[in-house]
Structure formats: C-alpha cells, structure tokens
C-alpha cells in the first residue's frame, strides 16, 4: 500500500532537529531505523504532515563507559548492540534480548532508541531495559532530562515523550558477576513475542539472592514481574523456582488477540520466567 504524502525533513544536527519537532507538532514523527514507522505509514496506520528523519545528526550512536553504566546512543543499531564488546561483557542481557529481534535485514536498520520510543509491549528490548534498571536521556528545547526506564512506557505506544523531545541515551547500569537469559515464545520465526522474559539474577552462596525479571506482551506496556522477584530471592533449587514463578503473572493484564487468551499468556509467563530464572542462575 502506498503511504500518505508528508513533508521531509533531515537535520543534521541536534538543536535543528528539536527545532524542526518544535516547529512540527503534534503532527510530526521521528524517523530512526524506519523499522517501526515504514510499516505503519504502508498500512496507512500513521498520517504524519512532517517525517523527521534523524539519521545524519551525530553524537547519537556508539557504545561508551561512564563509571558503573554503559551509555548507548539512541540511535545505535541493534546490530550494533549485538557485537559491542562492552555490552556483551557488562550488559549480556540486553545483548541476548537484542539477539532474538526480528532478523539480521531489520537488526541493521533498526535501532534501540526506535524501538524504546515506539514502546510496543511485545518488543524485546522495553523489557530487557526495565529489568536492567535502565535510564532513558531525553532532549527537548529545555535541555535534557533522564527518566527511570518504568516512567518512561505510560500506555500502549506512548511514552513520555513529548511532541519536541528526542530520545538520545540509553543508560544501564553493569551487571558484572549476575546471570542473564531473554526466553521469547512466538509461533512464526522473526515475530513479536506472544511473551517475553528478560530475567536477571544475582546469586550468593548457592541461593538467589536478587532476581530482576521484566515481561514482554503482558499488558499495555513492559512490566516488571514483582512478586514473582520477591518469590525468587533465596530460592536454592529448580522447585523453589518454580514456585516463585508462579506468581509472574500476578498484577498483570495480558491482552486478547489472535495469538492467545489472556490465561494463555499467563500461563506462558509462568513456564517463561522458570525457564528463563534457571538458566540465568546456572540451576537449568
């Protein structure tokens, strides 16, 4: 399908593209990666008078070190997340969330920022940032702002963001010494997960001594599967685990559409989260 006709424009600097957002409103779109918004201007899903691509304004990729916290440009590719060595040595979960996205074609285009920004419930990587504690760095005319990662997703494709701010910064602390698994169940190869688990887990004389575990496609955004992260400190084996999984689901309203119930979904969570809490944890 042909997509709606919209202006174009592409700064190549930061304080022009806020300008340029400013100046566009409410009726403007960012164009990052493209991975997300292309489709949904081909299915005439978005009618935005302004596209803004950010592609030629720098300082917005590339991987650094900033004391205990990696700091990822917005706009690095999640190809480049994905072979980073400073990610896959201090921040492996968001490294093996990064992984299962879609295939290698949209891994090369698509970027972390984008897919933060686009913040569909069912994408990998909003969980894998909320389990990791993650800090979004926002610009806007008024300078710039970080936001915690569970401020950041408000509603079904809605941040905070407002109609002038660009996301620039993705900051997650280092999780040196702590176990890591993404578990993603999805029925077509390359698709959306049904559900997701990003788990983190810190172990101390054999038991658990902290779990992290975030939940892709259990409701209207990501969430943080609490009570099951409560259950699972000091758990010392794969029944105790088990237990505690139980409770992911709780707090939870996971949608209803073609690929499952909401009770579907749950239980998913629940086989999920054992899963991805035992291999992290070295237990599997």
């Known amino acids: 399908m042909i997509p709606p006709s919209f202006d174009y424009a592409r ?11 400013a100046d566009g409103g409410e009726d403007a779109k960012v164009l990052a990666g493209g991975q ?3 489709p949904l201007l081909r299915l005439r899903l978005a ?6 691509d950010i592609g030629r304004v720098p300082g917005l990729r ?3 070190e ?15 997340v994905v072979r980073d060595p400073l990610v896959r040595r201090h921040a492996g979960l968001l490294a093996a969330a990064t992984r299962t996205v879609a295939d290698p074609a949209v891994r090369h285009r698509g970027t972390l920022g984008g897919s933060l920004a686009h913040a569909d419930p069912a994408a990998d990587l909003p969980a894998a940032v909320l389990a990791m504690d993650g800090e979004l760095v926002v ?11 569970h401020e950041f997703f408000v509603n079904y494709l809605e941040t905070v963001l407002a109609p002038d701010e660009l996301l620039v910064e993705v900051r997650v602390p280092k999780t040196d010494g702590w176990g890591f698994h993404y578990e993603k169940f999805h029925t077509v190869a390359q698709s959306y997960a049904i559900v997701g688990v990003a788990a983190l887990v810190r172990r101390d004389n054999g ?3 902290e779990a992290r ?6 409701g209207a955004t990501p969430l943080r599967a609490t009570a099951a992260e409560r259950a699972l400190a000091g758990c010392d084996d794969a029944s105790a685990v088990a237990r505690a999984a139980q409770s992911a689901p709780d707090g939870t309203q996971p949608p209803k559409d073609t690929s499952g119930s909401p009770e579907y979904r749950a239980h998913l969570a629940q086989v999920l989260t054992r899963r991805a809490v035992l291999t992290a944890a070295g237990m599997g």
Request: hydrophobic content about 45%.
């Open 11 to 21: 700064p190549t600097g930061l304080d022009e593209a806020l300008r340029v957002l």
């Open 36 to 38: 997300s918004l292309l």
């Open 47 to 52: 009618f935005p008078e302004l596209v803004v």
């Open 62 to 64: 590339g991987v650094r």
């Open 66 to 80: 900033d004391g205990g916290t990696l700091v990822i440009g917005a706009m690095t590719t999640h190809h480049e």
């Open 139 to 149: 610009a806007g005319p008024a300078g710039r702002r970080t936001v915690p990662a």
């Open 207 to 209: 038991r658990i001594a």
């Open 213 to 218: 575990v975030g939940l892709s496609n259990m």
